[in-house]
């Protein structure tokens, strides 16, 4: 199971210095995506908790045209994931250290999402640990203001119980719709070779 990268909710916090903090990460963050997504595209692909970068690295390889983007909170992970797209030079590929919810918040005006992936999360098992699932109604909430038109969510898991309340919490969302489509692109991760099963939950902005 791939360590999950945040809880989608930031905890606010009304120190002088986390609010300083923060300031600092959103104008970086914008400095970034302005420099990513200035006069490329309307909409790009983006992998929340992309750990070492397998999974987008291959997507990128094969969709050349795509802008795709990975975030993850941890420096190493984002460190090997840029070396890994180095190595393959692909310039249509991105990684940048960053919180789901902060790097929403930055986007460029007219910028939205072409898909999302979410590839084997951490599931927080234990029912006082639920609450930093990143599969929640108010994550969705925030996806679907920046996606653009017929966004796909694509989330896949190893942990039934995660599947099934993450089915329900897409289910009942009233800017998301199940769909049966096949999965748009498959690359073994090492969580995916490892996990002895999994489920696929692809969803579509309404």
């Known amino acids: 199971m791939q360590p999950e990268p945040e809880g989608p909710v930031l905890v606010p916090f009304s120190t002088p210095a986390h609010q300083a ?3 600092e990460r959103r104008g ?5 995506l302005g420099a ?9 692909v983006w992998e929340v908790g992309c750990g070492h970068g397998h999974f987008l690295t291959a997507y990128a390889q094969a969709h050349p045209e795509a802008v795709c983007i990975g ?15 180095d190595r393959a030079r692909l310039p249509n590929l991105h990684f940048l250290q960053a919180e789901a919810r902060l790097f929403l918040e930055t986007l460029p005006i007219g ?5 999302v992936f979410i590839l084997f999360p951490d599931p927080w098992p234990k029912l006082r640990h639920r609450k930093h699932r990143i599969l929640r109604a108010d994550f ?5 203001g920046r996606a653009a038109r017929d966004c796909r969510l694509c989330f896949r898991t ?6 099934e309340d993450a089915a329900r919490v897409v289910d009942r969302h009233d800017r998301w719709q199940i769909c049966d489509e096949p999965w748009p692109f498959e690359y073994q991760t090492v969580f995916q070779r490892r996990a002895p099963a999994y489920q696929s939950l692809l969803a579509r902005v309404r």
């Open 21 to 23: 903090l923060l300031a």
């Open 28 to 32: 970086a963050l914008r400095a970034e």
């Open 36 to 44: 990513i997504l200035r006069d490329r595209t309307d909409r790009f």
């Open 71 to 85: 975030i993850d909170i941890a420096s190493d992970r984002i460190e090997r994931a840029t070396r890994k797209r």
């Open 111 to 115: 910028v939205g999402l072409r898909d």
């Open 140 to 144: 969705l909430d925030a996806v679907a």
């Open 158 to 163: 190893d942990y039934a119980p995660y599947f």
